[in-house]
């Protein structure tokens, strides 16, 4: 059973920073991408940065220059720094990973995707 548990979030005022974890636990071969999403109250859920396992990483525009994701393979954690919060970054965030588990001997693999179940972030002005 693979688990991602999320911590970090909390309340801030505008201008403030937050960081945010998500840790993958399980019986996991390894971890293609990991990202974060979050979700608006009254709003759809929303892609805010995702990361591969070679590093490479792409951000929502409004996440450009305030948010920066990293991950630790060896310890099968995604990072999400944020900083200069604003009001209109208040939601829930979600960690989600691509998990590969190895089946057989011959490399034989399967590719599943898991959500966290989420970190409220809430920015006052």
């Known amino acids: 059973q693979v688990q991602l548990v999320e911590s970090g979030g909390g309340s801030v005022h505008s201008g403030g920073s937050l960081t945010l974890s998500c840790a993958a636990s399980g019986r996991i071969s390894s971890i293609n991408t990991m990202g974060w999403h979050r979700q608006a109250p009254g709003k759809e859920r929303e892609l805010v940065a995702v990361?591969?396992?070679?590093?490479?990483?792409n951000y929502a525009d409004f996440a450009k220059g305030r948010f920066a994701i990293s991950r630790d393979n060896a310890k099968k954690t995604v990072y999400l720094q944020m900083n200069s919060l604003n009001p209109s970054d208040t939601a829930v965030y979600y960690c989600n990973a691509d998990v590969r588990f190895i089946v057989n001997v011959e490399g034989g693999y399967f590719d599943k995707n898991y959500w966290g179940q989420g970190t409220l972030v809430t920015v006052s002005s």
């Open positions: 990361i591969n396992n070679a590093g490479s990483t």
